[in-house]
């Protein structure tokens, strides 16, 4: 079985047995196609079964010098599952893995925008064009209800309970949640719904998608954020903004105005506190106002 054979074995567990997302097994993969390329290029023929740590460290270092710390540390985890993986059926009985260190890496803390910032872009959208209506309440979901991108882009009309006030939204790994969603964010997404959506010669398949594009097809990734990086040029937000930058809006915003960590979490579908944790960016000011309202010796 040559490494071709072992990375489609690897990406069928991870698909079907880890549940992870087309993104994750895409970078897994381009992981390893990388090291059977660094083989190859240094006529070493040797299986996943036999090689060594030694070999893998060359990889590594060589890597190491195209790629910043956190891609280093991303594929040596995707290594290390890897051989976990052919450990688990039995190829080898040791991972070469287990004495590599992935780089240290700090904890970097994403931009977020101001609620004047989130509004001005809202109100820069033309409602004017076909896809206005659309757009502003894609905009008004990211940041109402901290979606990511791939959950928004899959999020169904039968997965909407405006009813009980919540979506049901399905995150990494097929993991669902219900994330409660305001009326606000509601009724612009009932007006896209049911003004604008029946209009588009929807392809079969896509009935139930709630955002669809001109073509009557699932919106991509890459469009949305297009969406959001037009918008900011247009309100001349001289800031390096994506969708995700919504996302994390969305959590500071709760955060400052009282909202606990354990129900960020929850909402945001992280499986760690500590993944809220980093992800939540408190800014000086907004601690200074923490120091003087709480504590003891604030005069």
């Not at 490494?3 to 390893?32: H, M, P």
């Not at 309970?161 to 009724?187: C, L």
């Not at 297009?226 to 969708?243: H, Q």
């Not at 500590?274 to 003087?292: A, F, G, P």
Request: net charge positive; with cysteine.
């Amino acid at each position: 079985m040559n490494w071709n054979s072992y990375i489609k074995s690897f990406q069928s567990y991870l698909k079907i047995e880890r549940g992870l997302s087309k993104n994750t097994v895409a970078n897994y993969t381009f992981d390893l196609e990388r090291l059977t390329k660094f083989l190859l290029e240094n006529g070493m023929s040797i299986s996943p079964e036999k090689i060594s740590e030694e070999i893998i460290q060359q990889f590594i270092y060589s890597v190491s010098k195209e790629v910043n710390a956190r891609s280093q540390a991303r594929i040596i985890s995707g290594l290390r599952s890897f051989f976990s993986y052919l450990i688990f059926e039995d190829y080898r009985s040791d991972n070469p893995m287990e004495l590599i260190e992935a780089p240290k890496i700090g904890r970097k803390l994403p931009d977020t925008l101001s609620v004047e910032d989130i509004d001005n872009l809202i109100a820069a959208i033309d409602l004017s064009k076909p896809e206005g209506e659309r757009n502003k309440a894609i905009l008004e979901t990211l940041y109402g209800c901290g979606l990511r991108v791939s959950e928004l882009i899959t999020l169904k009309i039968s997965d909407l309970f405006f009813d009980e006030d919540f979506i049901k939204i399905t995150g990494k790994g097929n993991k669902q949640r219900f994330v409660p969603i305001a009326q606000s964010t509601q009724k612009y997404i009932e007006l896209y719904k049911n003004a604008v959506r029946p209009h588009l010669n929807i392809v079969k398949g896509f009935e139930d998608t709630l955002f669809l594009n001109r073509r009557g097809k699932q919106l991509t990734r890459a469009m949305i954020f297009t969406i959001v990086k037009e918008l900011a040029i247009k309100i001349n937000l001289f800031k390096t903004i994506s969708p995700h930058t919504l996302r994390h809006s969305f959590a500071t915003h709760l955060l400052e105005n009282g909202a606990d960590l354990r129900s960020i979490q929850m909402m945001l579908g992280h499986e760690s506190i500590t993944t809220t944790e980093i992800y939540v960016h408190l800014d000086r000011k907004h601690l200074t106002q923490i120091i003087n309202k709480f504590h003891p010796r604030k005069m």
